[in-house]
């Protein structure tokens, strides 16, 4: 697909938007096209679906950028991680519709793993809490 796909256009957002302002807009989008909310209509559900993963993937695609951005220096001893890609679209715990990854291990979670969609999946977010 030639498609130029511009995360800041599938999320509907002026480039440079504000982090804050982008996680927004996207658990927006997502509630909005959750394919869980068409399961009486499979043509509309399969739509929203291939919807939902775009949202997803422009939403984690300025996430990394994000975190590039606002990295710490860090001993280059350690290889970037591989790139993120929406191999798996269900939770582990459930089995039902990813909306959120967890930022550390990409783990997909649903509205019941990570109800306040922080973006961390139960193992990560326990540990984070003591950060903050
Ligand atoms: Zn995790
Ligand atoms: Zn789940």
Same mark, same amino acid.
């Given at each position: 697909?030639?498609? *130029?796909?511009?995360?800041?256009?599938?999320?509907?957002? !002026?480039?440079?938007? %504000?982090?804050?302002?982008?996680? /927004? $807009?996207?658990?927006?989008?997502?509630?909005?096209?959750?394919?869980?909310?068409?399961?009486?209509?499979?043509?509309?559900?399969?739509?929203?679906?291939?919807?939902?993963?775009?949202?997803?993937?422009?939403?984690?695609?300025?996430?990394?950028?994000? *975190?590039?951005?606002?990295?710490?220096?860090?001993?280059? !001893?350690?290889?970037? %991680?591989?790139?993120?890609?929406? /191999? $798996?679209?269900?939770?582990?715990?459930?089995?039902?519709?990813?909306?959120?990854?967890?930022?550390?291990?990409?783990?997909?979670?649903?509205?019941?793993?990570?109800?306040?969609?922080?973006?961390?999946?139960?193992?990560?977010?326990?540990?984070?809490?003591?950060?903050?």
């Amino acid at each position: 697909m030639a498609t *130029l796909r511009d995360p800041w256009t599938i999320l509907g957002l !002026a480039p440079g938007t %504000p982090w804050d302002a982008v996680r /927004t $807009r996207y658990v927006q989008l997502i509630r909005q096209h959750h394919p869980d909310r068409y399961a009486d209509n499979p043509d509309e559900q399969r739509r929203q679906e291939e919807l939902t993963k775009d949202i997803i993937w422009a939403y984690h695609e300025l996430e990394k950028r994000q *975190l590039k951005f606002s990295a710490r220096p860090r001993p280059a !001893a350690r290889p970037s %991680p591989p790139a993120w890609t929406p /191999t $798996r679209m269900t939770c582990a715990r459930h089995g039902r519709w990813a909306v959120i990854f967890c930022t550390v291990c990409g783990e997909p979670l649903c509205t019941r793993c990570d109800s306040a969609l922080t973006g961390f999946c139960p193992r990560h977010r326990s540990q984070r809490r003591g950060v903050h």
